[in-house]
């Protein structure tokens, strides 16, 4: 065996790895909201615009990862009104989260270590 199998056998390998593939999952996510915001923001600004082809395809994969977690947020969290606008306080929420539960995880594998 060489050292960095000896390293995955090892239980503190494994919290490692496993620690990684969350992190990895989570900044993928993480991508995937940032691309709907964008999505979000061309849908405001250009109301009639629609994505033609492979984009248009790529827009609902993004919303059907994005929506179920959004719409469970929106139920707890209303839309803060500003004015005429409203500001989708669920999104920040969700994506604040991600990005602390990716800080506590790496926190916590250090701590296992």
Known sequence: MTRR?????????????????CSWIISIYLLILLVRAVLEWIRFFVPQ????GVLLVIANIVYALTDPPLRA??????????????LDV?????????????RVIWYLAYLLM
């Not at 615009?49 to 033609?52: C, D, Q, T, W």
């Not at 999104?91 to 990716?102: C, D, K, T």
């Open 5 to 21: 199998e000896v390293s995955l056998i090892n239980p503190h390998g494994i919290v490692l790895l496993a620690a990684q593939v």
């Open 49 to 52: 615009m629609r994505p033609p």
């Open 73 to 86: 947020l929106r139920r707890v969290i209303p839309p803060a009104r500003l004015g005429s606008v409203s």
């Open 90 to 102: 669920g999104f920040i929420v969700l994506f604040f989260g991600l990005m602390i539960l990716r």
